[in-house]
């Protein structure tokens, strides 16, 4: 089993609509907890990163981490075409150890 | 949030020959990282680069064939050596801000070996 589980996709969803991206884990010593956005031809980028498990907003993205089910999500409100992209989640144990990275879900929004 | 700039941002090689990238941050991080990213793959890390020490490369990568330099807090080299199709791929070079912890990724370098 990988240490990091995520659906590649592609999904396709209307504009406005909420995206939801999840990602399954297997190591219970894992923190911190991160998603990125990838444009195509560009690097990675940070959307969102936190500690603790439940909720954390940031306009329209909701990351949600649960760690007793070992699984974390990504939520997109009021989905636009420019929210087309990939979208990796990442993880780790301590704040200075390496990043272990989902193999990330390609996200189209169709206008 | 850290800056981070690379060098060349794409290049096409020859089988056989090497090719230096360049890591530019713009302030003082903590930690540096080299990834390659195949087509349609998720990113895999090849070392991390120690200022003013050795990288230490993850399995399956060897200093030989990817060596890296990091002579200060801000800037660091990766070579692809002997260089064959199989290398092609998209380098990632990767920086922790001390500040908030956080990891940032550069452009990319995108290569093909023919």
């Known amino acids: 089993q990988k240490e990091v589980e995520q659906d590649p996709g592609p999904l396709s969803v209307p504009e406005g609509a909420i995206v939801s991206l999840n990602c399954t884990y297997s190591?219970?010593?894992?923190?911190?907890f991160m998603w990125y956005r990838q444009y195509s031809r560009k690097g990675p980028e940070l959307l969102m990163y936190?500690?603790?498990?439940g909720n954390k907003e940031d306009g329209r993205f909701t990351a949600q981490v649960d760690k007793s089910s070992k699984y974390i999500s990504l939520f997109i409100r009021d989905s636009q075409p420019s929210d087309s992209a990939t979208y990796l989640c990442?993880?780790?144990?301590?704040?200075?150890?390496?990043?272990?990275f989902g193999k990330g879900t390609r996200l189209h929004i169709l206008p | 949030s850290a800056v981070i700039s690379q060098k060349p941002s794409r290049d096409i090689c020859q089988r056989g020959t090497s090719l230096t990238i360049q890591c530019q941050v713009d302030?003082?991080?903590?930690?540096m990282f080299w990834y390659r990213q195949q087509p349609g793959q998720s990113l895999t890390l090849i070392a991390t680069?120690?200022?003013?020490?050795?990288?230490?490369?993850e399995s399956g990568f060897v200093i030989d064939k990817f060596p890296i330099s990091r002579p200060n807090l801000t800037f660091s080299t990766l070579t692809v050596s002997n260089m064959s199709p199989e290398d092609s791929s998209i380098y990632l070079c990767?920086?922790?801000?001390?500040?908030?912890?956080?990891?940032?990724f550069g452009p990319g370098t995108r290569l093909t070996v023919l």
């Open positions: 190591n219970s010593a894992f923190q911190y």
């Open positions: 990442a993880m780790r144990v301590y704040r200075d150890d390496k990043i272990i």
């Open positions: 680069a120690n200022q003013g020490s050795e990288a230490t490369y």
């Open positions: 302030s003082q991080v903590t930690m």
């Open positions: 936190t500690y603790s498990s």
């Open positions: 990767s920086a922790t801000d001390r500040g908030t912890d956080t990891q940032y």
